[in-house]
């Protein structure tokens, strides 16, 4: 069973401090990583994705891969209220390695506080 | 470019009707998904398809479930009989391919609301 593990939060911080979200994943075939951010209501928008051990940045996202530890990350810098919202990570298998099938964790919901 | 673009985005329907749901993937996308999100599952895959062509749908809850891709820029969903424990919203999302880095990203449209009496 492939599980994408995430803590539900919700998670607060102030507003311009770092905002740091986890993820695991059971499945060592998963070879590429999605971060969506979905506001209440709304679709999930991809935000970040991952292929490669190590970080990669964009503005103020970075997201850290190790797949030896099977474990993600997004960092929010200068984290502000519009980044109030559930994040979600997903994990795809390597090609041909089965079915071409996200399996996303259930999200944590983030708040930032003004 | 316009995003992929779902309807209704919202539907009430009573026990019983049949309910079709709507998507018009990105202009060159070759893959198609149908999922659905609920508080208590999260968000499901339910099917997807290949150039038109249904590759996995293992996650269709039952036969009352039936999906279609006539042609590259359209797919139906359709739940007949609906029952209230239908009631999700139901996203639809396309991605270039399934090969490696940026082709593998999917992409979501604004979902399809679906309520059940």
């Known amino acids: 069973q492939k599980e994408v593990e995430q803590n539900s939060g919700p998670l607060s911080v102030p507003e311009g401090a770092i905002a740091s979200l986890n993820c695991t994943y059971s499945?060592?075939?998963?070879?590429?990583f999605f971060w969506y951010r979905q506001y209440s209501g709304k679709s999930p928008e991809l935000i970040m994705s991952?292929?490669?051990?190590g970080d990669k940045e964009d503005g103020r996202f970075t997201a850290q891969l190790n797949k030896a530890s099977q474990y993600v990350s997004l960092l929010i810098r200068d984290s502000q209220p519009s980044d109030s919202a559930t994040y979600l990570c997903?994990?795809?298998?390597?090609?041909?390695?089965?079915?071409?099938?996200?399996?996303f964790g259930k999200g944590t919901k983030l708040s930032v506080i003004p | 470019d316009a995003g992929v673009i779902q309807s209704p985005r919202h539907e009430v329907t009573e026990m019983g009707q049949e309910v079709t749901l709507r998507c018009k993937p990105i202009?060159?996308?070759?893959?198609l998904f149908w999922y659905r999100q609920t508080m208590m599952r999260g968000l499901e895959l339910l099917i997807y398809?290949?150039?038109?062509?249904?590759?996995?749908d293992s996650g269709m809850p039952e036969d009352r479930f039936s999906a279609k891709m006539p042609n590259a820029s359209f797919s139906t969903l359709k739940i007949q009989p609906s029952e209230p424990r239908d009631s999700a919203v139901y996203f639809c999302?396309?991605?270039?391919?399934?090969?490696?880095?940026?082709?593998?990203?999917?992409?979501f449209g604004p979902g399809t609301r679906l309520t059940v009496t």
């Open positions: 999302a396309s991605s270039l391919g399934y090969d490696g880095g940026n082709r593998n990203e999917q992409y």
């Open positions: 499945d060592r075939v998963s070879q590429s």
């Open positions: 991952i292929y490669s051990n």
């Open positions: 997903a994990a795809l298998p390597v090609t041909g390695a089965g079915s071409y099938q996200l399996t």
């Open positions: 202009s060159g996308h070759d893959y």
């Open positions: 398809f290949n150039n038109n062509v249904p590759i996995d």
